[in-house]
């Protein structure tokens, strides 16, 4: 399939900037793929660096990789401003893990939120002291999830809806929150990370 895109690509490659255009990674999807996507003859590192070299293991926050769990974040803490809640020691949910999750979890955690709970495609865990987020990062790195970090409570998956935080992030996959997860939600503040992680009808809830 990435074969078949990158022909496409390449045959209208007339129509866009080799180093503007520059599609979106998503789910799993890793930055060897998107070399399918260079014009040929190009190097995928040199690209790579272009595109990310601003994240790196010591700036886990920063770069393309990161801007959309940054913006994830931004809209968080304005929308707390807005509410007059304060951030130092306010409890945030997150569900998904991966580069929105993951980023927006680590920059609200920076400014003394407690991320308390998260949850992933294969479980989640629970601390109400809060989770070591960078820690978490580094054990979901060699895991492949956040199941079974040390030092937090296993926590279902479909629990996540229903605890009680100021902010709660759903980063994971579309239609999570529905007619029937939305009256569960306690949060103040649901900042969207997915796309479109809300069904319509779960709106009317929400409100």
């Given at each position: 399939m990435f074969k078949v895109v990158a022909s496409m690509r390449?045959?209208?490659?007339h129509l866009t900037a080799n180093h503007a255009d520059v599609g979106k990674r998503d789910r799993?999807?890793?930055?060897?793929?998107f070399a399918f996507l260079l014009p040929k003859g190009e190097d995928w590192?040199?690209?790579f660096a272009d595109w990310h070299n601003c994240r790196t293991p010591d700036h886990p926050t920063g770069g393309r990789v990161a801007a959309t769990g940054r913006g994830v974040f931004v809209v968080g803490r304005e929308a707390m401003r807005r509410l007059n809640i304060d951030m130092e020691g306010a409890r945030v949910a997150v569900q998904g893990f991966g580069n929105v999750g993951s980023v927006s979890a680590a920059l609200i955690a920076q400014l003394g939120a407690k991320v308390v709970a998260v949850?992933?495609?294969k479980g989640g865990v629970y601390n109400a002291k809060g989770l070591d987020v960078p820690a978490l990062i580094e054990w979901t790195a060699q895991h492949k999830t956040v199941a079974g970090f040390p030092g937090a409570e296993p926590l279902a998956a479909d629990k996540i809806f229903g605890l009680d935080v100021d902010i709660f992030v759903p980063a994971a996959?579309?239609?999570?929150?529905t007619d029937v997860t939305a009256p569960q939600i306690k949060a103040k503040?649901?900042?969207e990370g997915a796309n479109g992680p809300t069904t319509p009808d779960a709106h009317q809830s929400l409100y």
């Open positions: 390449r045959r209208s490659s799993g999807a890793i930055f060897v793929e590192k040199v690209r949850t992933d495609w996959l579309e239609n999570q929150i503040i649901v900042a």
